[in-house]
T-cell receptor, first 113, second 118 residues
């Protein structure tokens, strides 16, 4: 069955360092992958979308890579700030043609001042 | 742009009550909206896909008679939890997407509704 794995343990880093979050998937060949940020008690906020034919995508301090051979996406936040502390979700399009999203369980990022 | 408003933000009610949650796209038209349920520290679980002018498509295991979805206009979808019981208590989140049914555009989420059934 389809499976999306994100590190369930919180990632705790020092301000200014680069945070790297991992999203692995199995039994999937997604056409694209998305990353969202979710703060406690709020809905997710879209950050980046990367397509299967793209290796890397950047937006300001954010960078996403997509390796369809390894079935993995990495999400990087450079020069991290305490305000970056949140849960980050990866999402892949479903196996059917409706382009509905299947979400990972998210990784909580804590950036210490 | 692409703002989605969800109302109410929280509801506390007695068992047996029906609760309606509204999801509005404020500055764009959404032919497709999605309803999710999220338990603490868990992922978003898709409940149903709501298409304007047609019946919603429910995910396996979601009772359509329990969770009624109406998408009567391009900017409004509603989820009604009928005869709610304590096990229905959860965080319900809607999202809206630009483009048609098979669009791969990002989803824009509301801020969720915390439902507590006593």
């Amino acid at each position: 069955s389809q499976k999306i794995e994100q590190n369930s343990e919180a990632l705790n880093i020092q301000e200014g360092k680069t945070a790297t979050l991992t999203c692995n998937y199995t039994n999937y060949s997604p056409a694209y992958l998305q990353w969202y940020r979710q703060d406690p008690g709020r809905g997710p906020v879209f950050l980046l979308l990367i397509r299967e034919n793209e290796k890397e995508k950047r937006k300001e301090r954010l960078k996403v890579t997509f390796d369809t051979t390894l079935k993995q996406s990495l999400f990087h936040i450079t020069a991290s700030q305490p305000a970056d502390s949140a849960t980050y979700l990866c999402a892949l399009d479903g196996m059917d043609s409706s382009y509905k999203l299947i979400f990972g369980s998210g990784t909580r990022l804590l950036v210490r001042p | 742009g692409a703002v989605v408003s969800q109302h109410p933000s929280w509801v506390i009610c007695k068992s047996g009550t029906s609760v309606k949650i509204e999801c509005r796209s404020l500055d764009f038209q959404a032919t497709t909206m999605f309803w999710y349920r999220q338990f603490p520290k868990q992922s978003l679980m898709l409940m149903a896909t709501s298409n304007e002018g047609s019946k919603a498509t429910y995910e396996q295991g979601v009772e359509k008679d329990k969770f009624l979805i109406n998408h009567a206009s391009l900017t409004l979808s509603t989820l009604t939890v009928t005869s709610a019981h304590p096990e229905d208590s959860s965080f319900y989140i809607c999202s809206a997407r630009l483009g048609g049914s098979y669009s791969n555009q990002p989803q824009h989420f509301g801020d969720g509704t915390r439902l507590s059934i006593l």
